[in-house]
């Protein structure tokens, strides 16, 4: 069965701070690993990680997969107000052609106080 | 862009009653899903599409069906509700190309009492 852990379940910071989010997965088939951000409603997507080593960036917000420890980290620089939400970690799973099944974790609360 | 579009927002169903969560994309996606979302959990797969007349099963699929005639519309039912299924449910579609993702729906926010 596959496997998600995300670290921490939740935190408080202020502003300017910097954050880094952990998810360690086990995925049969693995192919990549996507990050949501999820306020109110619908995830939006931030980042798919194919390859290890290699930095995406987006702003102030960055992540990197390492395929052999089998983890990755988002981190968020000079966090802000509206960084707050719930961060998802979703390995991708291949399921033959070109669909792939996502596994979520539960997510990191990140509260970002003025 | 309307992207994914789910309908109702909002609903509450009587034990045994059923219902038909609406999720429509214009994205031309060949890829559409059906997630559940409970507190404080992660989103757990019910059915999936590859494709008009292609449905399978996901993780959590009892209590529920699917169907996809059209490559812009995936239904999901419920057909006995039962309290177990009070959550909130996600839509997503994607191209089904490598390298890219799914994209959401506002999500149906479903309590049965």
């Known amino acids: 069965e596959d496997k998600v852990v995300q670290s921490p379940l939740s935190l408080v910071v202020h502003e300017g701070d910097t954050v880094t989010l952990n998810c360690s997965y086990e995925?049969?088939?693995?192919?990549?690993l996507l990050w949501y951000k999820q306020e109110k409603k619908a995830p939006t997507f931030l980042f798919m990680l194919?390859?290890?080593?290699i930095e995406k960036k987006s702003g102030r917000l960055s992540s990197i997969l390492d395929k052999k420890e089998l983890f990755s980290i988002l981190n968020i620089t000079a966090t802000q107000t509206g960084d707050s939400a719930i961060y998802l970690c979703?390995?991708?799973?291949?399921?033959?052609?070109?669909?792939?099944?996502?596994?979520f974790g539960k997510g990191t609360l990140l509260t970002v106080n003025p | 862009n309307a992207g994914v579009t789910q309908t109702p927002k909002f609903r509450i169903l009587k034990i045994g009653q059923s219902m038909t969560l609406q999720c429509a994309q214009d994205?031309?996606?060949?890829?559409m899903y059906w997630y559940r979302q409970d507190p404080g959990m992660g989103l757990k797969l019910i059915y999936y599409?590859?494709?008009?007349?292609?449905?399978d099963k996901g993780e959590v699929p009892n209590g529920y069906n699917v169907s996809r005639s059209t490559t812009e519309d995936f239904p999901l039912r419920l057909e006995l509700a039962a309290p177990s299924q009070t959550s909130v449910y996600f839509c997503?579609?994607?191209?089904?190309?490598?390298?890219?993702?799914?994209?959401f729906g506002d999500g149906t926010r479903l309590s049965i009492l």
């Open positions: 997503a579609s994607s191209q089904g190309r490598r390298g890219q993702p799914q994209h």
């Open positions: 995925v049969t088939n693995f192919r990549s």
């Open positions: 194919t390859s290890s080593g």
């Open positions: 979703a390995p991708a799973r291949d399921s033959g052609g070109s669909n792939y099944k996502l596994t």
């Open positions: 994205m031309n996606h060949n890829y």
């Open positions: 599409s590859v494709g008009a007349g292609i449905t």
